[in-house]
Each structure stands twice: as C-alpha cells, then as structure tokens.
Nanobody, 123 residues
Framework: QVSLVESGGGLVQAGGSLALSCAAS????????MGWFRQAPGKEREFVAV????????FYADSVKGRFTISRDNAKNMVHLQMNSLKPEDTAVYYC????????????????WGQGTQVTVSS
C-alpha cells in the first residue's frame, strides 16, 4: 500500500516559479516510479512528468519540457516538481502518482494517487 501527500501548491504570477513536493508512506519507496499528473477545470487529467525508481530516468510532457524538473530523494521518500516559467495554462490540480512500472506513464493505469494540490497561475 502506498499513501501520497502533496504540498507546495498556491497562487503565482505568470513567469514565476513554484515547487511541489510529495511525501510517500511506503515500505520500499525505490520500488516505485513516481510522477505527476494535472487536471484543469473542465479537462481530463493529463500526464506531466515521471521519474524512474533510482532517479536516473525522467520523461516529460511536451507542454512542460524545459520548464519543469522532476526529482526524487529515496532516503526521504520524497518526490519534487520544480516548475519555472509558469503560464496561466499550467493552472490545475496537480496529483502525485506512484506505480511499480516506469513505462508508458501518459496512458498507464496508475495504481496510487495523492489527493492533489491546487496550482493557480495568474496572467
């Protein structure tokens, strides 16, 4: 069983930065690939980024590539999402996610989800 709790959401102006964190309660954190999804009002949830078990591999949605950075700290059971150059279209509820598999995350059936944290980018 995996429990995920996000933090760090808030309101920021366009062009600004925000950092999200996700704390995982799990026996062996490094058994799980970790990632982030987001859901904007009236839209379906979409993939943002994923990081592999040891942190050596990352993959990003085209919409955030070059602006967002995902990282993890296996000693602290944490995953982070640094978001720079934020745009109003980044406004969404951001969800932390965990799954034993690291492949195919944009369409993968993810097993574990956090409750979400709101990110609002004003223009």
């Amino acid at each position: 069983q995996v429990s995920l709790v996000e933090s760090g959401g808030g309101l920021v102006q366009a062009g600004g930065s925000l950092a999200l964190s996700c704390a995982a309660s799990v026996r062996t954190f490094s058994d799980y690939a970790m990632g982030w999804f987001r859901q904007a009002p009236g839209k379906e949830r979409e993939f943002v980024a994923v990081i592999s078990w040891g942190g050596g591999g990352t993959f990003y949605a085209d919409s955030v590539k070059g602006r967002f950075t995902i990282s993890r700290d296996n000693a602290k059971n944490m995953v982070h999402l640094q978001m720079n150059s934020l745009k109003p279209e980044d406004t969404a509820v951001y969800y932390c996610a965990a799954d034993r598999g690291a492949g195919g995350w944009p369409t993968r059936q993810i097993h574990y989800w956090g409750q979400g944290t709101q990110v609002t980018v004003s223009s």
